[in-house]
């Protein structure tokens, strides 16, 4: 993120010659103050569709002669991009502000660790039938084709009782 200085607005003040442009500048530096509501406040006054500082400016482009209109409009679209910068640069550091309040997880308490215990002793004894019976030639299966007549009997051509 870049902080603007009075140097920064020393040296736009020399590049732009425009006292529309030199007014808004130290707008540019009070942005990184700003809390969000004066932040949307700024920005509607800066950049607002219908009557922004920076809007207007741009309107105003076709009154003048085409050497000015290029000159003028590179400045204004200069400006108008460090403001867009600085801008979201601040909500950002608000938005991060604000996660950091609500953070409702309390980050010193100890981590959730596993408990310490042992299987239970019906899990014990079908495990070691399953493997009694895996030992004779038997495998075990789960799911669907264990569960239906049709898979236990008709699939495999066993007549009707």
Do not use: C
Request: charged residues 30%; neutral net charge.
């Amino acid at each position: 993120m870049r902080v603007f200085t009075s140097s920064d607005h020393e040296a736009m003040t020399k590049t732009t010659g425009y006292p529309v442009l030199d007014d808004t500048l130290p707008r540019l530096e009070r942005i990184s103050s700003l809390d969000a509501k004066a932040l949307d406040e700024e920005q509607v006054a800066l950049l607002g569709r219908k009557n922004g500082i920076l809007t207007l400016a741009l309107r105003s482009l076709g009154s003048q002669p085409l050497e000015e209109r290029k000159r003028f409009g590179a400045a204004i679209n200069r400006i108008k991009a460090q403001f867009e910068e600085a801008i979201r640069a601040r909500r950002l550091q608000l938005e991060a502000a604000r996660r950091r309040e609500t953070d409702v997880a309390d980050r010193t308490m100890p981590g959730r660790h596993r408990w310490i215990g042992s299987r239970h002793p019906v899990t014990r004894v079908v495990d070691e039938i399953t493997d009694i019976f895996q030992s004779l030639g038997f495998t075990r299966a789960i799911g669907p084709e264990a569960e239906t007549e049709w898979y236990n009997f008709g699939a495999l051509n066993f007549p009707p009782d």
